[in-house]
């Protein structure tokens, strides 16, 4: 599998994908997850809430788990401590999910290795609304370094 870490995999999952189930999701709007799902939806994208301690967040209906979630999902973004993101995995592969994304400070090299012999693709210890940020928004006219240089706005 290819990397994932590179601008033009990153760039491609977040133009392609536009269904994230969101693990570990939390209503407190002062939480990373809140920030991150909420940036991401108001940016388009349909966001799932996946967290058995709510019934609605971000106004959507809110899943116990992965498997129970009705929705297509493309991106399982995970807002879960690295040691739990093992029994993660074969969720996210029964679901369908095309990719397995885990937030900053998230690594797990079992369940990356699981999920990239699976075929999905893997993207670990990044943040998924700073990335869109860096890829498609406004990061770079206010000064901050991208790393993506280039004469032209992404299309």
């Not at 592969?93 to 999920?115: E, S």
Request: proline share 5%; charged share 25%; hydrophobic share 40%.
């Amino acid at each position: 599998m290819a990397d994932t870490n590179d601008i033009y995999t990153l760039r491609k999952i977040l133009k392609t994908h536009k269904n994230i189930a969101v693990v570990g999701l939390s209503a407190k709007w002062y939480r990373p997850s809140y920030f991150a799902a909420k940036y991401m939806q108001q940016h388009g994208y349909n966001i799932v809430p996946v967290n058995p301690a709510y019934d609605e967040i971000l106004g959507e209906q809110c899943f116990p788990t992965l498997l129970d979630v009705d929705k297509k999902i493309d991106i399982v973004n995970c807002f879960r401590r690295s040691e739990d993101i093992e029994p993660l995995v074969p969720m996210a592969i029964d679901i369908g999910a095309k990719v397995f994304w885990m937030q900053l400070g998230i690594y797990n090299d079992n369940a990356q290795r699981d999920i990239t012999d699976a075929g999905l693709q893997c993207v670990q210890d990044r943040c998924v609304k700073i990335e869109h940020a860096r890829l498609f928004g406004g990061l770079n006219w206010v000064g901050v370094n991208t790393k993506v240089i280039s004469a032209r706005r992404p299309s």
